[in-house]
């Protein structure tokens, strides 16, 4: 939990992410799916290998394989065959004997050992070993990447390019895998214009929802986008009714402050829930979380970098844990600050940054440009947020900060 100084009436960011996550029943509907598909896909359930990998003993190198005990009486070796990576020697090495053997070549029955090619002369069918060769040398063992029948992917895992191609390895197919987490998503708000709209005074163009909808794909979201919706009650009560209709989780954007046409928290108490709605965070104080029906509902800030941070910083690892997904926590480091971080004590805030290695290979932090939560192309300059602690103050050139990696949500 985070301690220290806390602005009156705002709720501290690990306290908000509990109460979320106490709130959740992660999806368990189960289906099966294709490697070529299940690239961010969630395994539903351990995942055991039918066979060892390597699947047999076989050579780390190109050169020769030998009995190490021939060493013990002469370095020279007659060659008797070949073994290539799918064509193994198929029979058996003799004393003084030896087999040409290719990187990923089955090691041939009697050998064990294999002498890289570089430390050989070769004379016609004569082959001398010119340096010391341990025994098992250049051998890859069966089994030794992958045991048969261990697990080597456990329930809860989201799958990468690097868990497909271990899949691939063990001869799998398809997986077990949870369905997609839906996820519906609105924004609000009478000023807001699509983009490739005709600019009109007055109005905006909608980044929050393109952005949302792009970071909610990046978890491996089905997104169900409902578009703007005019600052009307009838109209902001509709689409949460149809929202929690056809999806696990409904998020929007805009209209959870204090304004006059600030409607989507009031329907919301309304039809639901609100468990909170004010956090000590910055950007992005006025984030409304609660219940409907069948979804759970995040309100997000209507300002795009405000809406950028409360996502990455809440909705993701609640909407990871709601698709049955492990969380895996976010890259921390500390680094000296190059110049003065404005802050004032109360709210956890979160500054885009740039974190770099000095000449001297010391982590170096400074800011990524204006803090301003309208200024969404602060993100294009920086790699990471400075964390800095509801109770901390000014941050002085030279003092220690926790840098948080951006990761792939993000980037």
Known sequence: MECGCVAKGLMPVEQAKQIIWDTITPINDIEQCDLDSALDRVLAEDVVSPINVPGFDNSAMDGYA?????????????????????????????????????????????????VMQENTVA????????????????????????????????KGKRLNAIDIGL???????????????????????????????????????????PMLRAMLRRLGAEVLDLGVIEDDPDKIRDAFIQADANADCVITSGGVSVGEADYTREILEEIGQVDFWKLAIKPGKPLAFGRLDNSLFFGLPGNPVSAAVTFDQIATPSLSL???????????VRAIAKNKFKKKPGRTDYQRAVCYRDDNGQLIVDSGGSQSSGVLSCFTTSNCYAVLENSRGMVEPGESVNVQWFDAVLR
């Open 322 to 332: 709601l698709a049955g997904c492990t969380p895996e926590g976010k890259i921390t």
């Open 167 to 209: 899949l691939a390895s063990i001869g799998i197919s398809n997986v077990p895998v949870l369905r997609k987490l839906k996820v519906a998503l609105f924004s609000t708000g009478d000023e807001l214009l699509q983009p490739g709209d005709t600019p009109q005074q007055g109005k905006i163009f909608d980044s929050n929802r």
């Open 66 to 114: 030998i009995r190490h005990q021939d060493l013990s009486s002469g370095t020279t070796f007659n060659l008797v065959g070949k073994s290539f990576a799918g064509t193994p020697f198929n029979g058996e090495v003799g004393k003084h004997q030896c087999v040409r053997i290719m990187t990923g070549a089955q090691i041939p029955a009697g050998a064990d050992a294999v």
């Open 123 to 154: 004379n016609n069918s004569e082959i001398t070993v010119t340096h010391s060769v341990k025994l098992g040398e250049a051998i890859r063992i069966a089994g030794s990447d992958i045991v048969k029948k261990s697990i080597v992917l456990s």
